[in-house]
């Protein structure tokens, strides 16, 4: 079975699983969650880009999210715009402020990288919180439908449709994405900078170009998730919501794009079933999250591609070398 | 205008104190393992529940104290062998988001326990503003000054003069050379995160009579916190003093000379400049790569 | 014949400490020049000088007809260069073959959009050099290794799959950094013949090495190195007889 086999079979099961959905006839509510599901899903797989496969820690991912959100509601609200051109100057925003942030900030690395991201999630943050004649403070500012040449986009059944379309969309060009020379030297700056620049690889520009990827993936996704919500509030654009994003990448599995679909419907559903759990709710996640990370440390789907596979790959030998199995995969 | 200025400087450097204590807990624990321990806002939030909790109960200030920072020091020590421990070689950040779930562990427990209201403990020696000329100081603040300069003191002693702060510093220049040398770095850890548990009850201690707490103080104090670690360079104990103390004071300034709601955002600004600038920090070392 | 890489009057010092003082020496194209020195002698500093990794104070570098002082390693690996490292830059997140294909980038299409759609042109170039890969592998001998993840392998075969990454992407010159360092002596043995190997694909070898008895055995010209000071440059056999290396290194007879 080949990869681009492999990607393709993967792919039509997931289409298939989002097609069955609707046919259980489920209620308004659980579409709206499979709806959220999907957009926040988008933005975990460009996060993982960033982070699980260049390296690149992000404590500020929902400062992108929110402000393509902000940049929707903004422009349509306060200035008639039609909700296409809305979203794509937000994108575009987006993309020029990330393009302009990225070379001083990916210079540095680990925890100074985090430090500057958090930085700027924290500035967009309280810029959209205090700024209120726009953005309508912490209460937040309601966001009109989402129009496109007069036809509006409503209805359970046809956003759920848009957030499966650009979920399948965003999985088959990540896959893409990582099996390509482009996404190799993005794993290889992660693995060893200093290799990777020897091999010809433009690390500062291949940083870049990742980072802007993310952060318009991010954008385009808050502004739809604002018109489907209806509402925005500065919680978008926030630090809680970006560990959140973080969460979803670590616990699904780095580097791992299916692992991102898993990561963010495990973290956006566990709470709904956690509700049962009544004041136990906060203890309870945090022990499933602490619990499920001790134990498959690498992130769910990484972990299980493991487990399945031994012992065919798990155990290196042959003659005359005898690699020895460095304990659990990197 | 020399009244306010000083009035703002009071309360910035109270403040400060103790984003400096929550910077040493991160920089203990970070020095130890690399690891930023996320749940470090949390410790300060069981220190100043716990003990409004016991003082509520009819319990003596002074005895409350104690026992919070006890309790929290044991939280501390806990997490790190039923969390941290288990799950020792796994990548950073997997670790950084397990002490996160330690953080919702420790905040959910607190709710189930406590409630989510809000709590307060009464000023240590009451309330009465000290005068200096026509500055008004609240005593809370001398004491949040003073105890933070001791527990520097006592830091700056436990590490430079017993072998279980030393062995600490070793351990952060070199775990491997330290292991060699018999030191039982695990212990270590358990203790930099029952230390970091400590530190983070006392300054909870300190300032809750003066802001008030409640399970969900723990996220904002741990943000602070954090920054104010970024602020000084992580690595370093004068570095989390000067960048507690700094953070606090730009941020009284601010709110008192150009607008409150933007007081926080001139910490982050600053710390970005600090970042793309000075990278490692006022303090932090520098670190180079053997190739 | 030109010289593949001309040094002159290369200095290099951090703070007070003068690595490597007033260097001059060619490397010829098909050769296997090492590098040799006691501990400190600056080796490690003029293989980082010549990957562009440090910028020397003063001097310059000479690579295949350009002037490439100061220049950045990225630019360095786009005229022919590569290069082994001493303490491991092996990439352990990915897998054998993923490593030795980042020795190939230049020759592929790293573009995000092509990359994204999968282009025809972008999956025939990558089936060709992950033909080359798999072939690199085997003539290193981790052919059965390829599709395992780096972290498994032990750590001569990532030395090798180092030199299988150096390879791949038809370089002028390698740089072998300390190659033998942390092997035992058969895999000594194995190394050395790979470097032989690789020398008699017509491929020039800067080697850094302790081992006397390897260098001896898969060089031609020998750079000695003392104090960051050139001590005798010429053949194998030169250097052997040079007196001042003796006395350097066993003491005046």
Known sequence: MTPLFRTHAVLAVLALLMLALPLLDPSSYIFDLATRVGFTAVVVIGLNLLFGYAGQVSLGHAAFFGLGGYASAILTTHFGWPSMAALAIGAVAVGALAFVIARPILRLAGYHLAMATLSLAFIVTIVCTNEQRWTGGSDGMPVPPFTLFGWTLEGDLSWYAVASACLLLVTWGALNLARSPAGRALQAIRGSEVAARLSGIDVARAKTRVFVLSAVLASVMGSLMAHHAGFITPAATGLPRSVEFLMMVVLGGMASIYGSIVGAALVMLLPQVLHAFGAWETLVMGLILTGTLIFMRNGIVPTLRFWLQMPNKRVVSSAPESAQPEGSSK | ?291 | MSALIEVRHLSKAFGGVHAIEDLSFDVGPSTVLAIVGPNGAGKTTLINLLTGNYVADAGTIDMFGARVTGRPPEQLARLGLSRTFQNLQVCMNMSVIDNVLIGAHLKMNDSLLAGILQTASLREREAHWRAQARQLLNFVGLGAFADAMAAQLSYGSLKRLEIARALIGEPRLVLMDEPAAGLNLSEKTEIADLIKSVSARGVSIVLVEHDMKLVMGVSQKLLVLNHGRRLAFGTTNEVRHDPAVIEAYLGAA
């Open chain 2, 1 to 291: 205008m020399a009244t306010d200025l000083l009035q703002f400087l009071f309360s910035g450097l109270t403040v400060g104190a103790m984003y400096a204590l929550a910077a040493l807990g991160y920089a203990l624990i970070y020095n130890a393992s690399h690891i930023v321990n996320f749940a470090q806002g949390e410790f300060i939030m069981v220190g100043a529940i716990t003990a409004a909790v016991l003082v509520e109960q009819g319990i003596a200030l002074p005895v409350a104290i104690v026992g919070a920072v006890l309790l929290t020091l044991l939280v501390g020590a806990l997490t790190e062998r039923l969390a941290i421990r288990p799950a020792q070689g796994a990548p950073l950040v997997t670790l950084l988001i397990i002490t996160m779930g330690v953080g919702l562990i420790i905040k959910g427990a607190v709710q189930l326990a406590f409630g989510k209201g809000t709590y307060s403990l009464p000023a240590f020696s009451g309330d009465t503003p000290i005068l200096l000329g026509k500055t008004a100081l609240a005593p809370q603040s001398l004491w949040v000054a003073g105890c933070t300069a001791v527990v520097v003191l006592v830091l700056a002693w436990y590490f430079t003069r017993t072998l279980g702060g030393k062995s600490m510093l070793a351990t952060s220049y070199n775990p491997l050379a330290a292991q060699l040398m018999g030191i039982d770095t695990r212990r270590v850890l358990m203790m930099s995160f029952a230390l970091a548990g400590a530190l983070g009850a006392i300054g909870g201690v300190l300032t809750a009579p003066i802001t008030f707490t409640s399970s969900e103080a723990g996220t904002v104090l741990g943000l602070k916190g954090f920054a104010a670690a970024a602020l000084g360079g992580i690595g370093s104990g004068a570095g989390a003093l000067a960048g507690g103390l700094l953070l606090g004071v730009i941020e009284a300034l601010t709110a008192g000379y150009v607008s409150s709601s933007y007081k926080d955002a001139v910490a982050f600004v600053l710390l970005l400049l600090v970042l793309i600038f000075m990278p490692r920090g006022l303090f932090g070392s520098k670190v180079t790569e053997r190739v």
